[in-house]
T-cell receptor, first 107, second 115 residues
């Protein structure tokens, strides 16, 4: 079945630095999604990104479906960006999550 | 807009007792509902997928006898954790989807603590 690999597992940045998070899928996929998991556990959908590049504020997601990979770029990181970022294969009926990247932005 | 609510948000139960959690879809018809669990220090894993008018499909390592699910209509689903033990601790997430939606909408989760 599908395996979702995220890298790095954890990342520590100084405020203002950029972050690049990677997501690789072991098998073909139709679509993928990036989530931010709040400290309380709930998920915030950042991007639903079947292919190409999408922007939202300081966040950019780029998905190359043929290569089964996606990246999430955070520019000018802020302390409020700290948390866990999850990528997932979003089959219409079930979602397969990666283990996440734990980001810690220092003031 | 499409929203998914989960109740309760947080609950504690004694080891060996059972706990029921609910998932409600608002603003769309939830033809399918998936339940996930995130155990401590782990990512989310699918427990089961329920589609209205179809049999509920459980993933390996999860059974109906342990996690019975009800999906009686297009806005509501519930799941019970029977005979809960420490390994059942975690965040239980429900993801609901309608027929014409590309992806699932997730609730905020029910966090289960087992004493």
């Amino acid at each position: 079945g599908q395996q979702v690999q995220q890298s790095p597992a954890s990342l520590v940045l100084q405020e203002g630095e950029n972050a690049e998070l990677q997501c690789n899928f072991s098998t073909s996929l139709n679509s993928m999604q990036w989530f931010y998991q709040r400290p309380g556990g709930s998920l915030v959908s950042l991007f639903y990104n079947p292919s190409g590049t999408k922007h939202s504020g300081r966040l950019t997601s780029t998905t190359v479906i043929k290569e089964r990979r996606s990246s999430l770029h955070i520019s000018s990181s802020q302390t409020t960006d700290s948390g866990t970022y999850l990528c997932a294969d979003t089959n219409a009926y079930k979602v397969i999550f990666g283990k996440g990247t734990h980001l810690h932005v220092l003031p | 807009g499409a929203l998914v609510y989960q109740y309760p948000r947080r609950t504690i139960c004694k080891s060996g007792t059972s706990m029921r959690m609910e998932c409600q879809a608002v603003g769309f018809q939830a033809t399918s509902v998936a339940w996930y669990r995130q155990s401590p220090q782990k990512t989310f894993e699918l427990i089961a997928l329920s589609t209205v008018n179809s049999a509920i499909k459980y993933e390996q390592n999860f059974t109906q006898e342990k996690f019975p699910i009800s999906h009686p209509n297009l806005s509501f689903s519930s799941m019970t954790v029977l005979n809960a033990y420490l390994e059942d601790r975690g965040l239980y997430l429900c993801g609901a989807r309608g027929d014409f939606q590309d992806t699932q909408y997730f609730g905020p989760g029910t966090r289960l603590l087992v004493l």
